[in-house]
């Protein structure tokens, strides 16, 4: 890893023109920082970073399709960022829960040198010191992690997941989920279309779906209660759920509880 | 509090002349029964004055107690006493002062025969008096309690019609701003341009606040201006088109309706796809109603606009139907990629 803080790889995501635009105008005193390109969504945006691997984004929270948040969850070994938005009540309190520097538009020079300063210097530091950083796959200690499982809690993001199969971006609503399933690392999202692998745990899901509509019905299981037709008794504690597509889901003793419950019986 | 009828200038005047007409027919017929003239104009005075004192204190009383529905035999039993009452103080005055004159002794023998007679009348008057202010008051309560309700209301509903129309998107401020001190640095005389669009708008949005109605065209004037800006954020992926029929451009409409329609199909417009993006606002005449369409491209995969009111037009539906009562001017539609607005809007 190069020492110097010389020749930084940055790209620019924001759906806005002139948005873009008064980033690169601020980082024209930044000769060392090297804007590779601009994207104007999400989907360009992965494409961007997997191309070029930068150093730092700057990433607008509002975009179409898929938000900034969800765009960083696709993103394997996510570069720094520098969030920058103009309103979301949900996004800010993300921010601010994690700690995580962001800018709120309109933002002037001053406020945005503080914010790349920042960053440029804790940069330094961990490179000269590189005992400092803390380990990037420890998922415990990874903020952006916690960040965006904070921000998958607000209204718009409960409404859909995204997801990547075969280099391609799927958005999935909610609706359209028969059950989760977990598989190693990853859950398994079952839906009309097919299952999906996404690189989160049960109990990210548990907690970012909405309680009355997915119930967690055993420790590797959750399932959409819109999807039960009919509750079979099976081994002695268990039982299985049958969902309107022919799958079969295993209730365990407390999942039972939890599904009689939302289901009100 | 509802008002004695007596306190109005109007209804005392009819009081006291029916109280009039009463004396002098009084002092008609005791003359026809051989009366001196003297004799019976006291008499009748002194009566009627009486029944009318009590008349008066009976429905002013009522202002303050008014029986029950179930209580009213109590009307009944108050008349019959009040009228005891004000023959036995006619008997106390009238015996006493006019017993010494000439007739005095054939005046007490007359009372005395027209005690049961002068009972019936004044247990009518009394009784009528005392019915008329019943009516009087339940109605004037009555009306009272409607207006409060009427009151309450339309308190309600202008407080939801502001809170309806009070949803200028804080997102769409920021940003507007933010496009201007983009603009600033490198194109001033544009950014200077889009400030003032950003106060037109401003100041409209706060003008219609107290405005009732407002004609099509300025209407359209101020979505233009709304568009513009948001041409301004998004440059070259957003356009528009606006066709207006002539005969429908003076046609008046509630403020602020429109603007969340066509902030609701820029949202689902622009955040929906990644295209280029064209949003299409149509206004004709369509027999009774002015019918406005607004419609924008979205994608079908992964939104499901619900049947009926889709999207965030939930608020728009409620507004119509406060100002209409009618819960049909407002529908959906959904062609391929397109989805379509319409609201109609009453002449």
Same mark, same amino acid.
């Given at each position: 890893?190069?020492?110097?803080?010389?020749?930084?790889?940055?790209?620019?995501?924001?759906?806005?023109?002139?948005?873009?635009?008064?980033?690169?105008?601020?980082?024209?005193?930044?000769?060392?920082?090297?804007?590779?390109?601009?994207?104007?969504?999400?989907?360009?945006?992965?494409?961007?970073?997997?191309?070029?691997?930068?150093?730092?984004?700057?990433?607008?929270?509002?975009?179409?399709?898929?938000?900034?948040?969800?765009?960083?969850?696709?993103?394997?070994?996510?570069?720094?960022?520098?969030?920058?938005?103009?309103?979301?009540?949900?996004?800010?309190?993300?921010?601010?829960?994690?700690?995580?520097?962001?800018?709120?538009?309109?933002?002037?020079?001053?406020?945005?040198?503080?914010?790349?300063?920042?960053?440029?210097?804790?940069?330094?530091?961990?490179?000269?010191?590189?005992?400092?950083?803390?380990?990037?796959?420890?998922?415990?200690?990874?903020?952006?992690?916690?960040?965006?499982?904070?921000?998958?809690?607000?209204?718009?993001?409960?409404?859909?997941?995204?997801?990547?199969?075969?280099?391609?971006?799927?958005?999935?609503?909610?609706?359209?989920?028969?059950?989760?399933?977990?598989?190693?690392?990853?859950?398994?999202?079952?839906?009309?279309?097919?299952?999906?692998?996404?690189?989160?745990?049960?109990?990210?899901?548990?907690?970012?779906?909405?309680?009355?509509?997915?119930?967690?019905?055993?420790?590797?299981?959750?399932?959409?209660?819109?999807?039960?037709?009919?509750?079979?008794?099976?081994?002695?504690?268990?039982?299985?759920?049958?969902?309107?597509?022919?799958?079969?889901?295993?209730?365990?003793?407390?999942?039972?509880?939890?599904?009689?419950?939302?289901?009100?019986? | 509090?509802?008002?004695?009828?007596?306190?109005?200038?109007?209804?005392?005047?009819?009081?006291?002349?029916?109280?009039?007409?009463?004396?002098?027919?009084?002092?008609?017929?005791?003359?026809?029964?051989?009366?001196?003239?003297?004799?019976?104009?006291?008499?009748?005075?002194?009566?009627?004055?009486?029944?009318?004192?009590?008349?008066?204190?009976?429905?002013?009383?009522?202002?303050?107690?008014?029986?029950?529905?179930?209580?009213?035999?109590?009307?009944?039993?108050?008349?019959?006493?009040?009228?005891?009452?004000?023959?036995?103080?006619?008997?106390?005055?009238?015996?006493?002062?006019?017993?010494?004159?000439?007739?005095?002794?054939?005046? !007490?023998?007359?009372?005395?025969?027209?005690?049961?007679?002068?009972?019936?009348?004044?247990?009518?008057?009394?009784?009528?008096?005392?019915?008329?202010?019943?009516?009087?008051?339940?109605?004037?309560?009555?009306?009272?309690? %409607?207006?409060?309700?009427?009151?309450?209301?339309?308190?309600?509903?202008?407080?939801?019609?502001?809170?309806?129309?009070?949803?200028?998107?804080?997102?769409?401020?920021?940003?507007?701003?933010?496009?201007?001190?983009?603009?600033?640095?490198?194109?001033?005389?544009?950014?200077?341009?889009?400030?003032?669009?950003?106060?037109?708008?401003? %100041?409209?949005?706060?003008?219609?606040?107290?405005?009732?109605?407002?004609?099509?065209?300025?209407?359209?004037?101020?979505?233009?201006?709304?568009?513009?800006?948001?041409?301004?954020?998004?440059?070259?992926?957003?356009? !528009?088109?606006?066709?207006?029929?002539?005969?429908?451009?003076?046609?008046?409409?509630?403020?602020?309706?429109?603007?969340?329609?066509?902030?609701?199909?820029?949202?689902?417009?622009?955040?929906?796809?990644?295209?280029?993006?064209?949003?299409?606002?149509?206004?004709?005449?369509?027999?009774?109603?002015?019918?406005?369409?607004?419609?924008?491209?979205?994608?079908?995969?992964?939104? %499901?606009?619900?049947?009926?009111?889709?999207?965030?037009?939930?608020?728009?539906?409620?507004?119509?139907?406060?100002?209409?009562?009618?819960?049909?001017?407002?529908?959906?539609?959904?062609?391929?990629?397109?989805?379509? !607005?319409?609201?109609?809007?009453?002449?």
């Amino acid at each position: 890893m190069s020492t110097n803080t010389a020749n930084i790889k940055a790209i620019i995501i924001d759906d806005e023109p002139l948005a873009r635009m008064i980033v690169q105008e601020y980082l024209a005193t930044y000769p060392e920082i090297n804007v590779l390109q601009e994207c104007s969504d999400g989907f360009e945006g992965i494409k961007a970073i997997q191309q070029w691997r930068p150093d730092l984004i700057f990433l607008d929270i509002q975009m179409p399709k898929i938000n900034g948040f969800e765009m960083l969850e696709l993103v394997e070994e996510p570069p720094a960022v520098i969030f920058t938005t103009a309103f979301d009540e949900y996004a800010i309190k993300a921010f601010e829960s994690h700690a995580v520097d962001y800018l709120l538009k309109p933002f002037n020079k001053e406020r945005f040198d503080k914010s790349l300063r920042k960053w440029i210097d804790r940069r330094a530091g961990v490179a000269a010191n590189p005992a400092a950083k803390a380990p990037a796959a420890d998922t415990d200690n990874d903020p952006t992690g916690a960040l965006l499982e904070t921000a998958a809690q607000s209204p718009a993001q409960q409404q859909r997941i995204v997801v990547k199969t075969g280099g391609k971006i799927k958005i999935i609503p909610i609706e359209d989920i028969h059950y989760l399933e977990a598989a190693d690392d990853y859950v398994k999202i079952h839906t009309h279309n097919g299952a999906f692998l996404k690189n989160r745990t049960m109990g990210y899901f548990e907690k970012a779906l909405d309680g009355t509509q997915f119930v967690r019905t055993h420790r590797s299981y959750i399932l959409n209660v819109q999807q039960v037709t009919r509750i079979d008794p099976y081994e002695k504690d268990s039982h299985l759920c049958i969902l309107q597509s022919g799958a079969q889901v295993p209730v365990s003793k407390a999942g039972y509880v939890k599904l009689k419950s939302v289901l009100g019986l | 509090m509802v008002r004695s009828p007596l306190s109005t200038g109007k209804f005392l005047l009819i009081f006291i002349s029916w109280w009039g007409i009463w004396g002098f027919l009084q002092t008609d017929l005791l003359i026809g029964f051989g009366l001196r003239a003297m004799t019976a104009f006291s008499d009748s005075l002194v009566s009627n004055t009486l029944v009318a004192l009590s008349c008066g204190f009976l429905s002013n009383n009522m202002q303050y107690y008014l029986p029950k529905k179930e209580r009213y035999w109590y009307i009944l039993l108050i008349s019959l006493a009040l009228s005891g009452i004000i023959l036995l103080a006619c008997k106390a005055i009238l015996v006493p002062l006019l017993g010494g004159l000439s007739d005095g002794a054939a005046y !007490t023998q007359f009372f005395n025969r027209s005690w049961p007679v002068r009972f019936d009348i004044v247990f009518l008057q009394v009784g009528c008096m005392s019915i008329l202010s019943v009516l009087w008051y339940s109605t004037e309560e009555e009306q009272e309690n %409607r207006q409060r309700r009427n009151d309450a209301e339309r308190l309600a509903k202008e407080a939801e019609l502001f809170k309806l129309r009070q949803q200028l998107a804080p997102h769409f401020l920021f940003n507007s701003l933010n496009s201007i001190s983009a603009l600033i640095g490198s194109r001033p005389e544009q950014a200077r341009k889009m400030i003032q669009q950003l106060s037109d708008f401003l %100041r409209g949005n706060l003008k219609k606040e107290d405005q009732q109605w407002v004609p099509l065209s300025e209407e359209i004037q101020y979505l233009e201006l709304y568009l513009d800006i948001e041409k301004v954020r998004f440059g070259h992926r957003l356009s !528009t088109v606006i066709i207006c029929d002539e005969e429908c451009l003076e046609r008046k409409l509630p403020p602020m309706l429109l603007q969340p329609i066509v902030e609701n199909a820029i949202k689902f417009g622009l955040y929906d796809t990644t295209d280029a993006v064209t949003i299409a606002i149509r206004a004709r005449l369509d027999g009774k109603f002015v019918r406005i369409e607004v419609e924008n491209p979205f994608d079908p995969e992964t939104s %499901r606009p619900k049947k009926g009111a889709g999207f965030g037009l939930t608020s728009i539906q409620r507004r119509l139907y406060l100002i209409f009562a009618r819960p049909d001017l407002m529908e959906t539609h959904v062609d391929n990629n397109l989805f379509t !607005t319409i609201v109609r809007i009453p002449q």
